[in-house]
């Protein structure tokens, strides 16, 4: 990742805005949670989203008493369908047992056939139910049988002819109704029309018999519910089918498989299930479609109980309803593709009467748009979440980080503050403002939402990066009031105790000694301090023997322990004197405690261990300083007889010209090397620092002189000529006269050999603000391809054919002295030009730096 | 016929120097060891002695404090120390010159001249006021001449300006300027090179060995002095 990218994100101000995007998050999410909470729609409650098994659960919860399902009621949607569902289960179950409705028969015998039928399914509870039922409606039946309520018969009589009146209007379905009776089976068909047959003719004997059995109480109730019944169910197309046989009942004008299949398995979108379970009944038998106004009629005619209360014939109704298990079908509503696609302000029922339909796709409406904001709140919570916590995520990365000092974490001053104290501090302040602020609105202003939350939310954000800070630092557990409070003291105190435990060293006893002797000192205190108290309302003697005690035994730790104190010091005394060098103090055995013995002894021991070592390193310098002067002895002895022979062969005056030669050489080389064993000795001096320097303030100027002096004749023989100036002013430096002449004479020696014949050399005495310059420039006869650092070496040598003359070590011990004496040899090459710059602290300088 | 003592461990350099020595005349006797040179001292009237500091027994610094404790003839220290703390020691007991092996033989021999020649005339020669001495070397300034061991030497007049302002403040450190303005009488300027040209000069004249002088000392960095002996 580049630098510029990390700089974005590590900015102050890339951090607010994500800062203020997760709060606006938050609060937008608070808002959300908080409008869904107060409105009246419970649409957290829709399962899925899915009107399918929305519309099951509602029509299971019409019929059952579970009680979760009390929780739909209030919706107008579910009211609808379940009342929807439950008149066409109603209508079914009636239309089943059609047969017996006509027939008239008794309660007793319905509750035989039901229980004929249903003999092997059948459990024996809901039979028993159904007994009780029956046994009920027979009683209340039979008791009032006897009842005659004659004062409403003119209401009845006027509700009979206004049935009658909407039975005359409705006489052209009977023709579409016979359309429908052709397609039935031949017996139903037979059976119908045997039926309608009987149905004129009972309306004719009815209209005869002047209200005296048609015109009862029940039969008014009934008629009226089952028109109503009708007239709803008119308007829908559904499907219901019986669970136990598998047959199917619709208002379909046609059934075919399609319909019914795109029913059962909900393909499409305009069937939906209203009763569940429908995989019992894989392959229906279709048992008819309904022409329910043809039915109606007949029902209104035919289908009543034989009761006259009219508040028990509604009941009854509902128990004979019951029994006949209306609740084992599935129910199917067919809706308009229209209406599921949510276009329903396009739609407008054709018929105006047709009320239940109307309210229906109301219902279904409302139930649309709730879904839809639920939808919605699910999508618009999805994307604030997530982006609230990829902001959370971007804060915590780059908590903590800068582009300077990556990859530490910069800890701020919060971080300062213990973890833990910061969480619970972080928590205790977001409860207080939330509290504080609870529910508080102003005039429709939320303040907990739009104030409250955001402060809140900012102090847990703080804690959440400080978190990330001290996570990424690998401090979060490490700087807890917990860990530094506890852990740490605990973790010391045990390490404490463990050192004494493991001390059992002659020495360490000593240490382990003390602490028990502290130890036991405070607690025989403590005891007899306990003694003591308990003493003093009781035994005059015990309280004075015990004071005595306690006295003697404090007067007597005072005493060790100054004596202890005493010889201790003792001991410290002569190690301060041992450390300042003298050895020879011992320490006085028989004074000291027992228990001090070992560290008197490791003194001693120490002290005599000293002496040798120091005895060794001056033995050690002065054997090297043997070394040096015995090696130099031996090799200078034959040397100067070598050179002594030499030197007398020559005055023999031999007639061999080639031994003359050879002679000269011999000569020469006896005296290169002399030259050459002064060197190294010299040098092997400087390198151990076996030289004892005399500095003194030196005129570099009149040291210039005098070696231009020395050398000037010796120059002038290669043709060399010096050119020196006199400065302006004449450097004094504080430096050893001898060596500096050493190396001085060093250098004009390298000049003597190097230089060019018949060139020139320039001396120039300069000097800077701390140091004496001495630098001298010549043109070298040879090609100087040598770095200048390496001529400054020992044994380098400008040329590669090493000149006969000269160690080597010429520019080498010039460098060493001139380090010696705090300064320092710089050697220059350009081209042929070599500059030997020869730089020594001024004394003006030294005394600056004394007096500094 | 003078007797030089010669003392050294080494029979090679024992010999070399025998034939040097007695090339110039001189009566040799040699100790291998500072046993045999303390019994050759008893036996013989010495003139001049040299003796190597090294050597196994007695050494060379013991046999000179032992010979010093009834001998007045000179004695030169031969050693291969080269260090100025070893000569100086070595003439703190009593040494009168000192020689680093390895020698020029040459040299050897023009010192051993030079000692037995201040030696023998010690004494005998009459100082007057007019004359400034230091070991051999004797400056007359009635008579503007300078003898080195009694020798005359013979010095130009800026040389012999040069030593009586040198003489005259012996064992005081001149620098060149200094000299230069006393002994040309005009200030100097860019001069002071030719005066220390001068004085490595003299030096070569009354100097056994110029690079080691005995007598006109380069004090470096400050200047010259005429050592008191």
């Not at chain 1, 046994?135 to 049935?163: C, H, I, Q, V």
């Not at chain 1, 002096?709 to 002038?716: A, C, Q, Y």
């Not at chain 1, 004094?732 to 001898?738: E, H, K, L, P, R």
């Not at chain 2, 004494?123 to 503007?144: C, W």
């Amino acid at each position: 990742m580049d630098t510029k990218s990390k700089k974005f994100r590590y900015s102050k101000w890339f951090k607010s805005i994500v800062i203020l995007v997760s709060l606006f998050c938050v609060v937008s999410e608070s808002v959300l949670m908080y409008k869904l909470s107060s409105s009246p729609s419970s649409l957290f409650s829709y399962d899925d989203f899915s009107v399918n098994s929305f519309v099951s659960t509602l029509s299971n919860s019409a019929y059952s008493d579970d009680p979760k399902c009390t929780f739909y009621q209030s919706d107008p949607f579910e009211n609808t369908v379940s009342e929807y569902c439950k008149e066409i289960v109603d209508y079914c179950t009636i239309y089943k047992n059609i047969d017996y409705f006509k027939s008239g028969a008794t309660i007793k015998t319905l509750m035989d056939n039901i229980n004929n039928e249903y003999d092997d399914d059948w459990d024996k509870k809901s039979s028993q139910i159904r007994t009780t039922y029956i046994n009920e409606y027979l009683s209340s039946f039979e008791s009032e049988t006897d009842a005659d309520d004659s004062s409403d018969y003119d209401y009845y009589y006027e509700e009979t002819t206004m049935a009658q009146s909407s039975q005359q209007k409705s006489y052209y379905d009977e023709k579409t109704a016979e359309q429908i009776v052709s397609l039935f089976p031949d017996d139903l068909k037979q059976r119908y029309e045997k039926e309608l047959e009987y149905a004129r003719q009972s309306i004719e004997s009815a209209r005869k018999a002047n209200l005296e059995n048609v015109q009862s109480e029940a039969n008014y109730n009934f008629s009226r519910y089952t028109a109503n019944l009708f007239s709803n169910l008119k308007s829908m197309t559904w499907i219901a089918v019986d669970k136990k046989t598998g047959e199917v009942y619709t208002n379909l004008g046609t059934i075919d498989k399609t319909d019914y299949e795109s029913a059962v398995t909900g393909e499409g979108n305009c069937w939906y299930l209203v009763y569940k379970d429908y995989d019992s009944i894989k392959t229906p038998t279709i048992k008819c479609s309904i022409n329910y106004d043809a039915l109606r009629d007949s029902f209104s005619l035919y289908l009543y109980p034989r009761g006259k209360n009219s508040n028990s014939e509604t009941y009854s109704l509902e128990n004979i309803l019951n029994i006949m298990c209306r609740n084992e079908m599935d129910v199917y509503l067919g809706l308009s593709k229209t209406f599921v696609s949510g276009e329903l302000d396009s739609f407008k029922p054709a018929d105006e009467s047709t009320t239940q339909i109307q309210t229906f796709y109301e219902s279904l409406q409302t139930h649309n748009e709730n879904v839809n904001t639920a939808k919605r709140f699910l999508v618009e919570t999805a994307v604030l979440f997530v982006s609230w916590i990829i902001c959370l995520v971007i804060l915590a990365n780059a908590a903590g980080k800068t582009v300077q000092n990556e990859p530490k974490i910069k800890l701020c001053f919060v971080d300062k503050m213990w973890n833990d104290v910061h969480f619970i501090l972080s928590l205790f302040l977001t409860a207080i403002i939330l509290s504080s602020v609870g529910e508080l609105t102003y005039s429709g202003f939320n303040i907990s939402l739009t104030i409250g939350l955001p402060i809140a939310y900012l102090v847990f954000l703080e804690w959440l990066i400080s978190v990330a800070r001290n996570a990424k630092a690998h401090t979060y557990f490490s700087h807890t009031a917990i860990n530094k409070l506890i852990v740490k003291p605990m973790k010391k105190f045990f390490s404490y105790v463990g050192d004494i435990r493991r001390l059992s060293t002659d020495t360490a006893h000593i240490s382990k000694k003390i602490v028990y002797s502290v130890v036991s000192f405070i607690i025989v205190n403590a005891i007899l301090s306990l003694l003591l108290s308990g003493f003093t309302n009781g035994n005059g003697v015990a309280y004075s023997i015990t004071l005595f005690i306690f006295i003697a035994y404090n007067a007597f730790s005072i005493v060790y322990a100054l004596k202890y104190l005493r010889s201790l010091n003792a001991i410290f005394d002569i190690i301060q004197k041992t450390k300042e060098g003298n050895f020879d103090i011992a320490v006085d055995m028989d004074a000291i405690p027992k228990s001090l013995k070992p560290l008197a002894d490791d003194v001693t021991e120490m002290q005599s261990g000293m002496k040798i070592a120091i005895a060794n390193a001056v033995k050690g310098e002065r054997m090297k300083t043997e070394l040096i002067t015995n090696v130099s002895h031996d090799l200078k002895t034959p040397l100067t007889s070598i050179i002594n022979y030499v030197d007398l062969l020559k005055r023999c005056e031999l007639d061999n010209e080639k031994a003359n030669q050879y002679l000269d050489v011999l000569s020469d080389k006896s005296l290169r090397l002399k030259i050459l064993i002064d060197d190294l000795m010299e040098a092997s001096k400087l390198s151990t620092g076996n030289v004892k320097l005399i500095p003194t303030a030196v005129n570099l100027y009149e040291l210039a002189l005098q070696a231009i002096g020395e050398s000037e004749d010796m120059l002038e023989e290669r043709g060399l000529t010096v050119k020196f100036a006199e400065p302006e002013n004449q450097p004094i430096v504080f430096a050893d006269g001898q060596k500096t002449w050493r190396i001085i004479s060093n250098l004009i020696g390298n000049v003597k050999k190097y230089a060019l014949e018949n060139s020139r050399v320039y001396i120039d005495v300069d000097s800077d603000e701390n140091y004496g310059i001495f630098s001298m420039k010549n043109i070298s006869t040879n090609e100087l391809n040598v770095a200048p650092e390496t001529l400054t070496q020992r044994f380098v040598q400008g040329d590669e054919a090493r000149s006969t003359e000269g160690s080597g070590l010429g520019l080498s011990i010039a460098k060493n002295l001139c380090e010696l004496q705090g300064g320092e040899l710089l050697i220059e090459i350009d081209g042929d030009l070599f500059k030997a710059t020869v730089k020594l602290p001024l004394v003006n300088s030294i005394d600056k730096t004394a007096q500094q | 016929m003078y007797n030089v003592l010669i003392c050294d461990d080494d029979k090679a350099i024992l010999d070399s120097i025998e034939i040097y020595l007695g090339v110039e005349g001189y009566n040799i006797i040699k100790a291998k060891n500072g046993i045999e040179a303390l019994d050759a001292v008893k036996n013989n009237a010495i003139h001049c002695a040299v003796i190597d500091i090294m050597m196994p027994g007695l050494d060379g610094l013991t046999t000179t404090v032992k010979i010093r404790e009834n001998q007045n003839f000179p004695i030169i220290l031969l050693s291969a120390k080269s260090e100025d703390t070893d000569k100086i020691a070595g003439l703190n007991f009593g040494a009168d010159d000192y020689v680093t092996k390895p020698f020029n033989p040459l040299e050897l021999v023009a010192r051993v001249k030079s000692q037995i020649r201040r030696y023998v005339n010690l004494g005998s020669a009459e100082k007057s006021d007019s004359q400034i001495v230091t070991g051999g070397l004797v400056l007359d300034t009635s008579s503007h001449e300078i003898t080195l061991d009694g020798e005359p030497v013979h010095l130009t007049a800026r040389e012999y300006g040069i030593m009586e302002y040198l003489m005259l403040n012996m064992g005081r450190v001149l620098s060149t300027a200094q000299i230069y303005e006393a002994v040309w009488n005009e200030p100097s300027f860019q001069t002071e090179k030719t005066v220390t040209v001068h004085i490595r000069r003299i030096r070569e004249k009354i100097e056994i060995n110029p690079k080691e002088p005995k007598y006109l000392k380069v004090v470096w960095g400050i200047g010259y002095k005429i050592e008191k002996i």
